[in-house]
Nanobody, 115 residues
Framework: QVQLVESGGGLVQPGGSLRLSCVASGSSFTTYVTAWYRQAPGSQRELVTSISSGSTTHYADSVKGRFTISRDNVKNTVYLQMNSLKPEDTAVYYC?????????WGQGTQVTVSS
């Protein structure tokens, strides 16, 4: 089993920045892909960004140029740097680890962009 703990969410004004973190712990595992998703009220969960074990990244068009995903394989941690935040970025953000022993999700962290 793998446990994921997210942190870094909060309230920020439009144009501001936040950095989310997601730390994985538990049984010995190999991570193939890590990703961030988000879900706004009344909407489906959507993929924001992902990074493979080979450091190939993917970004949703809506966040390209503003968000950056990175990972620290030693610390089993994935980060999401969010800049130039907009009200439409408001959502619960979830991290996801795809590993050799299963597919795991974080508990979610609220990001609210509002003046």
């Amino acid at each position: 089993q793998v446990q994921l703990v997210e942190s870094g969410g909060g309230l920020v004004q439009p144009g501001g920045s936040l950095r989310l973190s997601c730390v994985a712990s538990g049984s010995s595992f190999t991570t193939y892909v890590t990703a961030w998703y988000r879900q706004a009220p009344g909407s489906q969960r959507e993929l924001v960004t992902s990074i493979s074990s080979g450091s190939t990244t993917h970004y949703a068009d809506s966040v390209k140029g503003r968000f950056t995903i990175s990972r620290d394989n030693v610390k089993n941690t994935v980060y999401l740097q969010m800049n130039s935040l907009k009200p439409e970025d408001t959502a619960v953000y979830y991290c996801r680890f795809v590993t050799n022993i299963g597919n795991y999700w974080g508990q979610g962290t609220q990001v609210t962009v509002s003046s």
